[in-house]
């Protein structure tokens, strides 16, 4: 008889406990959970607050400058995109 342990082939069943490791860093911020919905409540209406205080200001210094011209200032504002921004444009710049 042989004297040591028998070698048996891994079950089809069977997991694997090691995982592919990632090679290079992983895309995307790193964000840590907080452990207080109270804490995200408040960063949520702190950054609602920054924005409309910006868009306050916006509105104020467009309202003065048009006043002090004699003409009407008009405002242009960025076409709205459909596209998600890293889709490529028609007509952009290609190399080759």
Known sequence: MAQGKQKFKAQPGAK??????LKG????????????A??????????G???AIRN??????????????????SLVKGAERKD?????RPGGSSSK
């Not at 109270?38 to 950054?47: D, E, G, M, T």
């Not at 998600?84 to 490529?88: D, S």
């Open 16 to 21: 694997k406990t090691h995982q592919a490791k």
């Open 25 to 36: 860093p992983r895309k995307g911020g790193r964000t840590i959970a907080p452990k207080k």
């Open 38 to 47: 109270r804490v995200v409540q408040q960063q949520k209406l702190k950054n």
């Open 49 to 51: 607050l920054e924005v």
């Open 56 to 73: 306050k200001i916006e509105q104020e210094v467009t309202h003065r400058a048009s006043h002090s011209l004699h003409k009407k200032l």
């Open 84 to 88: 998600p921004p890293g889709a490529p």
